[in-house]
């Protein structure tokens, strides 16, 4: 698995994509790629920011491998590479797996300690070393 | 009042995640089960693989120092550690970071933050990394739909 990741990324591009991703903007515009490509016109209208600006951002994400934009005749319309999304994606949702899992774990306790009767039980539990509790 | 209990993970800048989750129970008692060494060993890191807890200390005011320890059977260790910079309770610790054995992989900055609504507790957790390759190696090293061992574990650990 790691040895997979490696291969397809190396730490300088995930740098990129971090980076990248690190602005509001940004993260706004893949969200609206994400829906279908735009070229630059399209994409600048909702943000009250110039073309030029919106250019700016979009090669970050180019360079990070985030879009890639082609030419259709006049246009050069963006779109995203999900692939590389995708990636990133799975690191942080691996990550937040780990959390989640562990999370639980502290709401139970907090759900103990909150109730009076079950209280008591897990301190029960706690001196019997893992006696059956839910 | 919602019930989407769930943690979320985000890059944060360059060199630093956010983990947020919202448990139902007021601040004071979320913020004790994060620094009172006999509520942290009721949870943290309790379902991963055959670790178990070996020691739990805690120096709970500015300048003190933690160490938690974890054993397997055949009796090998490992452990985080580090000190409060900013204890102020019931919302917010500043403490640093570190792995056992890991020193090249440098120390951790956990700030831990409490606010409570509607009776229930969001925590927002932020873990700032020496660098940007010390975040991205420790993220890259999740190993997923796998058996949580050491590696994983300590991703956990570096979480809480």
């Known amino acids: 698995m790691l040895a997979r990741a490696e291969q397809t990324t190396s730490p300088g591009d995930l740098d990129a994509m971090f980076a990248a991703l690190a602005d509001p903007t940004r993260r706004a515009i893949l969200v609206r790629l994400t829906e279908g490509e735009a070229s630059v016109m399209e994409l600048a209208e909702p943000f009250t920011m110039s073309q030029p600006a919106i250019s700016k951002h979009l090669k970050v994400l180019e360079r990070a491998g985030l879009i890639s934009r082609h030419r259709e005749g006049q246009r050069r319309p963006c779109r995203v590479r999900p692939e590389r999304l995708d990636q990133l994606t799975q690191w942080l949702e691996s990550y937040r797996k780990l959390c989640e899992a562990n999370f639980q774990q502290l709401d139970t306790l907090l759900a103990a300690l909150q109730s009076p009767s079950d209280r008591i039980v897990s301190e029960q539990a706690d001196a019997n070393t893992h006696a059956g509790s839910d | ?160």
């Open chain 2, 1 to 160: 009042m919602s019930d989407t209990r769930t943690t979320e993970v985000t890059a944060l800048g360059e060199q630093s995640i956010r983990i947020t989750r919202r448990f139902n129970a007021p601040q004071q008692l979320v913020f004790d089960a994060f620094t009172k060494p006999e509520l942290i060993q009721r949870w943290m890191g309790s379902n991963f693989g055959d670790w178990s807890w070996a020691s739990c200390d805690v120096d709970l005011r500015e300048g003190g120092a933690y160490r938690y320890v974890w054993q397997q059977p055949d009796g090998t260790q490992m452990a985080i550690s580090g000190t409060y910079r900013e204890v102020t309770p019931p919302t917010r610790t500043v403490s640093t970071q570190v792995y056992d054995g890991m020193t090249d992989f440098g120390e951790m900055l956990v700030t831990i933050m409490l606010t409570e609504r509607d009776g229930e507790t969001l925590l927002e957790e932020i873990v700032q990394y020496p660098s940007r390759e010390a975040r991205d190696t420790d993220l890259q090293q999740v190993p997923e739909g796998r058996e949580p061992g050491f590696a994983t574990l300590d991703q956990v650990l570096a979480s809480v």
